[in-house]
């Protein structure tokens, strides 16, 4: 499954990374990278939970 991660610098530097096909949800990030690398795990949690309770998503 490849969903797409949107980012979008602050104007204090920091980055905000979401997946919207995950119901929008969204995660601050110091760095490009370390946005990207917490809305990865983010998503990971969020289907595995949806999966263990027979969400769908």
């Not at 990865?40 to 027979?54: G, H």
């Amino acid at each position: 499954m490849n969903l797409a991660i949107e980012l979008e610098q602050e104007t204090d530097g920091g980055w905000i990374a979401e997946i919207d096909a995950l119901d929008g949800f969204l995660v601050y990030g110091e760095t490009r990278e370390d946005a990207i690398k917490k809305v990865k795990i983010l998503a990971l949690q969020v289907i595995a939970d949806r999966l263990e309770n027979d969400e769908s998503f």
